[in-house]
C-alpha cells in the first residue's frame, strides 16, 4: 500500500523560460513527420539531453510542489488545530472515499494510458493529431466522471460503511462522515478533469502550470477552516462541513487556473464523444487492467481506513497526518522526477529506444534515491521532535504528537521504497505495460492484509503503519524484477554503487541530527522549547548530509545543483535574459 501524494504547480516566469525550449511550440509548429529510427549517435545525443533536461523539469514541478506542501502543511496545522480528533476522523475518511478513485479516474488514467498515447500521437502526427485525440480523450473522460459523481452521492451511505463501520460506536460520528462524503464526492469531478488537462500540458513538457494549480486546493482548505466554520455553526449546520465546501472549492479552482495554459496551447477545444475511436480504444484498452487494479487498491484502501476505525478515537488522525507528513517530500521531488519522466519515456519507447529507455529510467531512480533515502532516515530519527515542532498547538495536544510520531517512523522509514516504487511504474507504462503493476498491486494487498491482521491487536494503529511500510518493499521489489524483465536491464552497478553513498551519507546525518535532538530535549520552557530540538535536529542532519554527501563523492548532488548554478550563470551573464 504506497502513500498517494498530491501534485501541484510550477513557477510563472522560471517555468515557462524553461519549457519553451522543451518542446515544440504548440501554436503554428510544422507537424513531426513520421519517425524514423535514428542513427546510434543521434540517439545517444537525444537521450542526454532529455537527461540534462530532466532534473530542470522536475524542478518545475518540485518547486510548484514544495509551495504547495508548504501550504499543505498549513493547511493540516490549521485542521489539526481548529477540530476535535472526532471531526478530523471523519473529515480523514471522507476525503478518502472519492480521492481513491483518483487512481481510475485521474492521475492512475493520465500516467497509464493517456500521456503515452498523447505522447505517441504528438511524436508521429504532430499537433493536429494530438489535439484530435485529446478532445475524444476528454469527452470520454467528462461521461465517466459524472457518472462516478452521482453514484458516490447516491451511496454515500454504504461506502462510508465500508471505510469506517467502526465510526458508528461512536454516537454521531458515522452519521457526520456520511454528509462530509456525500458533499465532497464531486471532487472527483475536478480532480479527473484537472488531471486531463495536466496529461496535455505535460505532453507538450509545459510542467509550470500543472505544478502549482494543487496549491490552490490547500488554500481554499485553509481559508474554509478559518473563515466559514462560524458562519455555519450560527445557521445551525456542523461546523466541520466547511471542510467539505473547502475541498469543492479547491477542486474547482485547479480546473480554472490551468484554463489560460490550454488555450495557449491550444487544448481547450470541445470535447468530442467518441467511444469508436481506434486511439481511444487503445487508452481504454491499456486503462482496463486498472479497472482491477483499482479493486485492489480500494480493497487495500478500504481496510487499511477499516481497520483503523475500530482502533480508537483518533487513529485515523494520527495515520493521516503521518501520511501527510510522508507526503512533503515525496511530493517535492520525488513525484516530480516521476511525472517529468514520463514523457520523456513515453518517447523513447515510440522510438523503440529501449537503450536510452534505461539509461534515463536508471538516472531519474538514482536522482530520486538521494532525496528519498536521507528522508527516510530523517523522519525515523527525528520523528517525535518534528510532529512536535509542525503540529502541537490547540487541539493537537501531546498525545497526539506521541501517536502521531508513533506511525510516522514506520511510515517516514519507508519512503524510500515508496519512491522507488514510483520510478519503476513509469517504464512499465511508457511501454505499453499496465498489467505487471496490477499484479504487483495485488501481491502487494496480500502481504498489507497479512501484516495488518498479525500487527493491529500488539501494535494498534501503528500495526497498520508498519505493514503499510512492509506492503511498500514488496511492491517496490516486485516491480523492480517487473522492470527488469521488460527492459533486460537495472543498470545495477550503476544503482547500487550510488545508492550505497547515498545511504553513508543518511547514516553520517542521521546519527548527528538525532543526537542533536536529544542534547535539547528539556533544555528550554514552554513552546520555543519544544520547538528546538526539532528545529536544531533538521538543520544539523540537513548540513550533514550535504557535507557527507560532497565528501563521498556522491554525483547525484552535482546533478541537482546544475540547473540552480544554470540559472545563476545566466542572470548574471550581461546581456542575456535571465
Not at 458515522?174 to 462530509?180: A, D, I, K, P, Y
Not at 529501449?354 to 530519527?381: I, Q, Y
Not at 546525518?509 to 542534547?519: P, Q, Y
Request: aromatic share 8%; hydrophobic share 50%; proline share 5%.
Amino acid at each position: 500500500m504506497s502513500n498517494v501524494a498530491d501534485e501541484s504547480r510550477d513557477p510563472a516566469g522560471e517555468g515557462a523560460l524553461e519549457t519553451v525550449d522543451l518542446a515544440e511550440s504548440a501554436e503554428g509548429a510544422p507537424e513531426a513527420p513520421e519517425i524514423a529510427v535514428q542513427p546510434a549517435h543521434a540517439a545517444a545525443d537525444a537521450g542526454n539531453k532529455e537527461r540534462e533536461k530532466l532534473v530542470g523539469r522536475a524542478g518545475i514541478v518540485g518547486a510548484g510542489t514544495l509551495l504547495s506542501r508548504v501550504l499543505g502543511f498549513g493547511r493540516d496545522v490549521v485542521i489539526a488545530a481548529l477540530f476535535t480528533r472526532s471531526e478530523t476522523d471523519a473529515f480523514s475518511v471522507a476525503l478518502t472515499i472519492p480521492n481513491a478513485l483518483r487512481q481510475l479516474l485521474a492521475e492512475g488514467a493520465v500516467s497509464s494510458a493517456v500521456v503515452p498515447v498523447l505522447s505517441l500521437k504528438l511524436a508521429t502526427g504532430g499537433d493536429k493529431t494530438g489535439r484530435a485525440f485529446f478532445a475524444k480523450a476528454r469527452g470520454v473522460s467528462l461521461v465517466a466522471l459524472v457518472v462516478v459523481s452521482i453514484l458516490g452521492i447516491l451511496f454515500a451511505e454504504p461506502l462510508t460503511d465500508l471505510f469506517g463501520a467502526g465510526y458508528r460506536a461512536t454516537p454521531g460520528k458515522f452519521e457526520r462522515t456520511v454528509e462530509m462524503t456525500r458533499v465532497m464526492f464531486p471532487y472527483i469531478f475536478f480532480m479527473g478533469t484537472a488531471a486531463m488537462g495536466m496529461a496535455a500540458l505535460n505532453a507538450k513538457r509545459r510542467f509550470a502550470v500543472a505544478a502549482f494549480a494543487p496549491g490552490l486546493f490547500n488554500v481554499a482548505l485553509i481559508f474554509a477552516a478559518l473563515l466559514l466554520r462560524r458562519p455555519l455553526e450560527e445557521r445551525g449546520i456542523d461546523g466541520s462541513m466547511a471542510l467539505a465546501v473547502g475541498v469543492l472549492l479547491g477542486g474547482l479552482l485547479q480546473v480554472l487556473a490551468q484554463l489560460p495554459a490550454l488555450r495557449g496551447i491550444g487544448y481547450v477545444g470541445r470535447p468530442v464523444f467518441d467511444f469508436r475511436d481506434p486511439d481511444v480504444r487503445e487508452m481504454l484498452r491499456r486503462i482496463l487492467p486498472m479497472t482491477f487494479g483499482l479493486g485492489v487498491y480500494y480493497v487495500d484502501l478500504t481496510l487499511s481506513r477499516r481497520f483503523l476505525s475500530e482502533l480508537g478515537e483518533g487513529a485515523q488522525s494520527y495515520f493521516f497526518w503521518a501520511s501527510r507528513l510522508c507526503d512533503f517530500p515525496q511530493g517535492i521531488f520525488v513525484m516530480a522526477l516521476s511525472t517529468a519522466a514520463l514523457p520523456s519515456l513515453a518517447s523513447f519507447a515510440a522510438k523503440g529506444d529501449r537503450e536510452e529507455l534505461a539509461k534515463t529510467w536508471a538516472h531519474g531512480m538514482r536522482l530520486s534515491l538521494f532525496v528519498a533515502l536521507p528522508c527516510s532516515v530523517a523522519l525515523a530519527a527525528l520523528g517525535e521532535p518534528l510532529v512536535v515542532l509542525l503540529f502541537q498547538r490547540g487541539h493537537f495536544d501531546a498525545e497526539s504528537a506521541h501517536q502521531t510520531a508513533r506511525a510516522l517512523v514506520w511510515q517516514g522509514g519507508a519512503i524510500f521504497t515508496v519512491a522507488a516504487a514510483r520510478q519503476l511504474i513509469p517504464p512499465l507504462h511508457a511501454l505499453g505495460d499496465t498489467r505487471t503493476p496490477v499484479i504487483v498491486s495485488a501481491l502487494d494487498l496480500v502481504a498489507f492484509i497479512v501484516l495488518a491482521l498479525l500487527l493491529r491487536g500488539p501494535y494498534g494503529h501503528v500495526g497498520i503503519s508498519i505493514a503499510v511500510a512492509g506492503s511498500s518493499f514488496v511492491q517496490a521489489a516486485l516491480l523492480m524484477v517487473g522492470v527488469k524483465w521488460r527492459l533486460g536491464t537495472l543498470r545495477a552497478r550503476e544503482l547500487v554503487t550510488s545508492t550505497a553513498k547515498i545511504a553513508a551519507a543518511s547514516a553520517i546525518a542521521g546519527i548527528g541530527g538525532w543526537g542533536a535532538a536529544r542534547l535539547l530535549e528539556g533544555g528550554v520552557e514552554g513552546a520555543l522549547g519544544r520547538a528546538l530540538p526539532g528545529l536544531a535536529g533538521s538543520i544539523v542532519f540537513a548540513g550533514l548530509y550535504l557535507i557527507a554527501a560532497w565528501g563521498l563523492g556522491v554525483r547525484e548532488l552535482g546533478e541537482v545543483a546544475a540547473p540552480i548554478r544554470r540559472r545563476l550563470a545566466r542572470r548574471a551573464s550581461p546581456g542575456r535574459p535571465a
